[in-house]
């Protein structure tokens, strides 16, 4: 995270100085890193300049920003510009994408509950593929498509059920869960589609999980892909692309194993489609978190010290409503101060170890646990990794107005989302007559 980096002891996002983001625009303060997005994008690039395929014509290499990790319309901008594609499972987030300066085009809708009425906008805007997730799923689309008198293009996701045994990490490419179309039926699945008339085989698509840091269970998981991919060919539909999903992990800073690099991975896992395909097709790439995840931080000030027998903890201004990773998934963040602390303690600044927690009445509002930090009341802290999963899963719950977000570009701060006010809260309720 060198675009998040300290001098002289303060927390710095490229050139601009965290501390005075803070006192100007308040906590809890979401920050994003232009550079950081822009670095973690071209990893992708450069894996692909890595692989064989590189500068094949009939060999493209696609990748589409994972907007659900983080859907604001000035982060999604920089793709925008940088050429990204997004991948959406929502007609909300199509409109992100199109407010931002993103093509339809360009854009791949998933997603397990596509509505009709989502299916008609994607239609209309353009979509395109519709990363399809069962059968009614396809004669829906199929039906709604004929209405508008188009042609949707599709692939199915399949669920590869990689081996849980070997990839327990892997949640949503098994057996039993509510994604993908079952891999013994996929192949029945295509020859259906392939005979609706308003539907147009384009590929096919698996996404087995999040926050993976091996790329062994993609490999597993392409393999039984390709073999797919020959008997839906055999029986007559050409499949011209294969996404291979988001779900890269990120270096959390929790000890744990670190995910390969970026540009390795996507060059593995290229070049593992390529000696295993006697055709060349499109491989797509929908990643969220590892384009994301280290590009942001979370601001919050410490409101505050109640040390006690067993626990001592930290009360903070921001909570499980503005980053709801670790009451959801008991997710590790790490958090420092914005300055760093003498370590010969001033009077006033407690040495301990603390549980960060916020000011939702809920037991599972917590933030970090068992951080050894010197903290004194009005200390602002740097929650990092909050890129991905941070501000798209903040609610009002307590009624909190959500955090304002900032992009830093070199030496300057935009905000690119204001405060919420408590009036926006309940704008739209009505007291009884
Ligand atoms: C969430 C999601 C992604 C992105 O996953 P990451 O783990 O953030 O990379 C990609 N594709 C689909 C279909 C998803 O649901």
């Not at 395929?53 to 060999?59: G, I, L, V």
């Not at 979509?127 to 199915?156: M, T």
């Not at 295509?190 to 005979?195: E, F, I, N, Q």
């Not at 926006?424 to 309720?429: D, K, N, R, S, T």
Request: charged fraction near 20%; hydrophobic fraction near 40%.
């Amino acid at each position: 995270m060198t675009h998040f980096h300290r001098q002289a002891g303060t927390l710095f996002v490229e050139g601009v100085s965290v501390s005075q983001l803070a006192q100007q625009h308040g906590t809890p303060l979401y920050v994003y890193s232009r550079a950081a997005l822009a670095e973690a994008w071209e990893a992708y690039a450069a894996g692909t300049a890595l692989a064989k395929r590189h500068s094949d014509p009939n060999a493209k290499v696609k990748v589409h920003v994972a907007v659900k990790a983080n859907s604001n319309i000035g982060v999604l901008s920089v793709f925008a510009r940088l050429g990204a594609g997004f991948d959406i499972v929502s007609a909300g987030e199509l409109a992100r994408v199109l407010a931002a300066g993103g093509q339809a085009s360009d854009t791949v809708f998933s997603g397990v509950g596509k509505s009709a009425a989502e299916m008609r906008y994607a239609l209309q805007a353009g979509v395109k593929c519709f990363n399809v997730e069962s059968l009614p799923e396809l004669e829906r689309l199929n039906a709604v498509a004929g209405e508008l008198g188009v042609r949707a293009p599709i692939s199915l996701r399949v669920n590869p059920d990689v081996n849980p045994k070997t990839h327990p990490y892997i949640s949503t490419g098994l057996k039993g869960n509510k994604f993908g179309v079952a891999f013994s039926e996929a192949r029945k699945a295509y020859a259906t589609a392939s005979k609706m008339p308003n539907l147009v085989v384009h590929g096919i698509d698996c996404h087995i999980g999040s926050q993976i840091t091996e790329t062994e269970p993609y490999l597993d998981a392409i393999d039984k892909v390709l073999e797919l991919v020959d008997e839906i060919e055999s029986d007559g539909t050409p499949i011209q692309h294969i996404d291979v999903g988001g779900g890269l992990g990120i270096d959390y800073g929790d000890g744990g194993s670190p995910p390969p690099k970026t540009a390795d991975f996507v060059r593995t896992i290229l070049d593992h489609i390529d000696d295993h395909s006697t055709k060349r097709r499109d491989v797509w790439f929908e990643p969220g978190r590892s384009l994301l995840g280290n590009s942001g931080i979370l601001l919050t000030t410490v409101e505050y010290l109640k040390p006690g027998e067993e626990k001592n903890f930290a009360i903070v201004d921001a909570a499980m409503n503005d980053l709801s990773r670790p009451a959801l998934y008991q997710a590790f963040h790490r958090v420092e101060p914005v300055i760093s602390r003498d370590p010969d303690p001033e009077p006033g600044v407690l040495a301990r170890t603390y549980d960060i927690v916020g000011p939702v009445c809920e037991s599972g509002d917590w933030l970090a646990r068992d951080r050894e930090l010197l903290l004194a009341p009005g200390d602002t802290l740097a929650v990092f990794s909050a890129g991905a999963y941070g501000f798209t899963m903040a609610s009002n719950y307590n009624t909190r107005p959500r955090a304002a977000e900032l992009l830093v570009d070199g030496t300057e701060a935009h905000v690119v989302r204001e405060r919420e006010t408590v009036a926006q809260l309940f704008a739209g309720e009505r007291v009884l007559p």
